[in-house]
């Protein structure tokens, strides 16, 4: 896994370690001709944390609710959650060496320990192993906010901490609760906000780490409205592979959470949508809306052609996507005039075509281990569009993203904001470039397959 390791340079290994809310403001002097710039160091760190911390609660909601049921591709979703604490151990080992970085690894699998403890008493109805398990996380969140407290010279501090952590607890739990209590619409609802959640948990440790140690970080700020943009599309993007993936292997298993995860996905959407909606109106809003929604059927369609075996129909839909890629692409290019290069575009939407078809690929040949590595690799490509996106937006409207604006924008309603004003168009654009959706159609292909 690929990743500015060199950012995570703090002085404390467990700086990275519990989920927090709360954000400082940088003073120290930073240097605010970066303040458009969405690709600063400060920019950087806050994008890998978004990247590990936002996968890590998605992981772990998937780990747990595959242990709860059972399923064939339990232990390679479980390996996926131990590789992304591996790629944090090994950044922090490399700053610190092998001594910090089993330190680091100890603690964060103690941490994860306790949910598995959860899920095993849930399977064998031990309410006392549920409720020592519980007690475990409390004292794991009272223990280390005290500590980010101190490791942060106060930056950070414990009851802000501790609130936040128990927000991580609760979402993690509930989404694990609900889901196996049958309530599949509601255990979506719960990963959804768990994947919000962190990204402020990114949001507040960037800011905290760059204002502790400016130097590092060439006096740049972790929260500006450029950033904010940049965390904006990482949080949607990263989920909307996320949630795509896991749709289509709903669909091809015929499960249960189908229509759920289906509907998380069309959450993500409407999140999308209502952002747009809330700069532009509603008009503009529907007709993202509809655009976004023409868009997907390519991938719908190579579910159904897997579904019946007709390998006529999946090379049609593969045709009918990279059709798709090579006129968006031209497009982009066009309307970011030329920031955004079609054939870098074009390739960066074949890598995300291949990710996404390879995942499902392998997810329905049974070869679960390669289908979670490509997830993974799926969910850290989108971090790829969104810097570019973002970037390319904020070097054409410099004006609009401007640090004396403020940072905070139109919530979506995930505990992530949808971005300064800029043309619609080339949002538009640039999202149904991105998309590779598996929404709309989906419901009928497994009404048919039941």
């Known amino acids: 896994m690929k990743m500015k390791k060199s950012y995570l340079a703090v002085p404390l290994s467990m700086t990275l370690l519990v989920p927090t809310v709360g954000t400082v403001s940088a003073h120290n002097g930073e240097d605010h001709s970066h303040e458009v710039k969405v690709d600063t160091p400060a920019g950087e760190l ?8 936002t996968e890590h609660a998605y992981l772990a909601v998937e780990a747990m609710r595959r242990g709860a049921e059972g399923a064939e591709d339990f232990d390679a979703a479980a390996g996926a959650l131990n590789d992304n604490a591996a790629d944090l151990k090994g950044a922090i080992a490399s700053v610190y060496g092998e001594e910090a970085g089993n330190q680091f690894n100890t603690i964060w699998t103690n941490h994860i320990g306790f949910f598995v403890d959860y899920v095993k008493a849930t ?3 031990d309410q006392a192993a549920k409720d020592k398990a519980l007690a475990n996380l409390a004292g794991y969140k009272e223990e280390f906010s005290n500590f980010l407290e101190t490791a942060t010279g106060e ?12 927000m991580h607890i609760t979402q993690l739990i509930g989404a694990f609760d609900s889901y196996v209590a049958g309530d599949y619409e509601k255990a979506y609802e719960y990963e959804r906000e768990a994947i919000g959640h962190m990204g402020m948990v990114s949001k507040g440790l960037s800011s905290a780490i760059t204002d502790q140690y400016p130097d590092k ?13 940049r965390s904006t599309l990482n949080h949607l993007l990263t989920e909307h592979a996320a949630l795509a993936t896991m749709a289509m292997q709903n669909g091809i298993d015929g499960s249960e959470d189908f229509d759920a995860s289906v509907g998380a996905l069309n959450a993500n959407t409407d999140d999308l949508s209502a952002a747009i909606a809330s700069v532009y109106g509603e008009e503009a809003g529907n007709q993202f809306k509809d655009m976004w929604s023409k868009h997907i059927g390519f991938f719908v369609d190579y579910v159904k052609a897997t579904g019946t075996e007709d390998e006529a ?3 049609e839909a593969l045709k009918n996507l990279d059709g798709y890629r090579a006129e968006f692409s031209k497009f982009l290019e066009t309307a970011t005039d030329g920031r955004l290069k079609s054939d870098v575009l ?3 939407l074949q890598m995300h075509v291949d990710q996404l078809i390879g995942a499902f690929d392998s997810y329905a040949a049974g070869d679960y281990e390669k289908s979670w590595d490509q997830i993974r690799m799926a969910y850290e490509h989108m971090l790829n569009p969104a810097k570019g996106l973002s970037g390319a937006f904020a070097d054409q409207f410099p004006d609009k993203f401007k640090a004396n604006m403020p940072s905070e924008m139109p919530n979506t309603g995930m505990g992530g904001t949808a971005g300064n004003e800029f043309p619609f168009e080339f949002l538009l654009a640039a999202l149904l470039i991105i998309a590779g959706g598996t929404t709309l159609g989906m419901k009928k292909y ?3 397959k039941k």
Do not use: I, Y
């Open 346 to 348: 074009a390739e960066g």
């Open 155 to 166: 930056r950070l501090k414990s009851d802000s901490l501790a609130e936040g952590l128990q």
């Open 123 to 125: 399977g064998a109805d």
């Open 446 to 448: 497994a009404t048919h």
């Open 313 to 315: 129909a999946k090379e």
């Open 217 to 229: 970080f060439e006096n740049t700020m972790a929260v500006t409205p450029a950033t904010d943009l």
């Open 46 to 53: 806050r994008t890998t944390l978004d990247h590990l911390l």
